[in-house]
């Protein structure tokens, strides 16, 4: 129903910075949360922020509050993260994750649809 295909990973020296955007395709209900999540190997997955269908009411993981800032685009279907001062620790393969859920954003068992993700790697 929902294809949703992240971009913007790379390598970055900490400090620096990097934008994510995610795209979505296929039947985008409006109503859709979006949402970034992180996934460090081994690890289990972690949420970053969330958005709502109408770009108000963004939610972050207090890991990344003040440095990250996630943002809708005009038509809605696009969700971007911008990531500043990163840190070694924010390494992980980040996703792109879509809700209808209007409540839980930072649970991953309330997402319904997820990117193929994109790697982040801050060196030290």
């Known amino acids: 129903q929902v294809h949703l295909v992240e971009s913007g990973g790379g390598l970055v020296q900490a400090g620096g910075s990097l934008r994510l955007s995610c795209a979505a395709s296929?039947?985008?209900?409006?109503?859709?949360?979006m949402g970034w999540f992180r996934q460090a190997p081994g690890k289990e997955r972690e949420f970053v922020a969330a958005?709502?269908?109408?770009?108000?009411?963004?939610y972050y993981a207090d890991s990344v509050k003040a440095r990250f800032t996630i943002s809708r685009g005009n038509a809605k279907n696009t969700v971007s993260l911008q990531m500043d001062s990163l840190k070694p620790e924010d390494t992980a393969v980040y996703y792109c994750?879509?809700?209808?859920?209007?409540?839980?954003?930072?649970?991953?068992?309330?997402?319904?649809?997820w990117g193929q993700g994109t790697q982040v790697t801050v060196s030290s």
């Open positions: 994750a879509a809700t209808r859920a209007k409540w839980n954003w930072g649970t991953p068992g309330e997402y319904d649809y």
């Open positions: 958005i709502s269908w109408s770009g108000g009411s963004p």
């Open positions: 296929g039947r985008t209900f409006s109503s859709y949360v």
